[in-house]
């Protein structure tokens, strides 16, 4: 069963920093596409950023030239570097990948938020 386990989220002031991570686990097929997205109260879940098994990234443009992703393809992990964080950026952010097969799994979330 796949799993995706999600960490560093948490309460940063405006201008700081965060590297939410993710690691998948539990498939005997390659995750394909991995990213992340992002729900803030009252709004639709939105992709943040995405990263192919060969390295193709396409990012909103909200977070274009302040959030970078990456992946380690040999952990089954996706990061994301979070910069110049303000209080937009304030939600939950899900890991999501795809599996070879065409499988699309969810993480449970992680709460980002940034207040002064």
């Known amino acids: 069963q796949v799993q995706l386990v999600e960490s560093g989220g948490g309460l940063v002031r405006p201008g700081g920093s965060l590297r939410p991570s993710c690691a998948a686990s539990g498939s005997i097929f390659r995750f394909t596409t991995m990213g992340w997205y992002r729900q803030a109260p009252g709004k639709e879940r939105e992709l943040v950023a995405t990263?192919?098994?060969?390295?193709?990234?396409n990012y909103a443009d909200s977070v274009k030239g302040r959030f970078t992703i990456s992946r380690d393809n040999t952990k089954n992990t996706v990061n994301l570097q979070m910069n110049s964080l303000n209080p937009e950026d304030t939600a939950v952010y899900y890991c999501?990948?795809?599996?070879?097969?065409?499988?699309?799994?969810w993480g449970q979330g992680i709460q980002v938020t940034v207040s002064s």
């Open positions: 990263i192919s098994s060969g390295g193709t990234i």
């Open positions: 999501r990948t795809r599996t070879s097969i065409g499988g699309l799994y």
